[in-house]
């Protein structure tokens, strides 16, 4: 029901950019709410950012926060992370989730992408 794919991701130096993409495959897109997270070795899988389904609010990490924006667009159906001024601490595997927001709620996950941010 719902399919969510994961791109964008990369080897960057410190100071670098980098776009990533989550193409979802979703019937009713605006019923799901969006997020970023992210997993980098030996930490949990953490919140990186999040957007309403309709795209009228986001919310951010602190570490993130000013650096970092969430965004959709629904032809095609896709949600970014623009992620700008890339710190080594950045590194791990970034997860795109959906999570239905109307009527019965579940979350549903992509494969993730790895962005590693090395000089």
């Known amino acids: 029901q719902v399919q969510l794919v994961e791109s964008g991701g990369g080897l960057v130096q410190p100071g670098g950019s980098l776009r990533l993409s989550c193409a979802a495959s979703?019937?009713?897109?605006?019923?799901?709410?969006m997020s970023w997270y992210r997993q980098a070795p030996g930490k949990e899988r953490e919140l990186v950012a999040s957007?309403?389904?309709?795209?009228?609010?986001?919310n951010y990490a602190d570490s993130v926060k000013g650096r970092f924006t969430i965004s959709r667009e629904n032809a095609p159906k896709t949600v970014f992370l623009q992620m700008n001024s890339l710190k080594p601490e950045d590194t791990a595997v970034y997860y795109c989730?959906?999570?239905?927001?109307?009527?019965?709620?579940?979350?549903?996950w992509g494969q993730g992408t790895q962005v590693t941010v090395s000089s």
């Open positions: 979703i019937s009713t897109f605006v019923n799901y709410a």
């Open positions: 957007i309403t389904g309709a795209g009228g609010n986001t």
């Open positions: 989730n959906a999570r239905r927001i109307v009527g019965y709620q579940f979350d549903s």
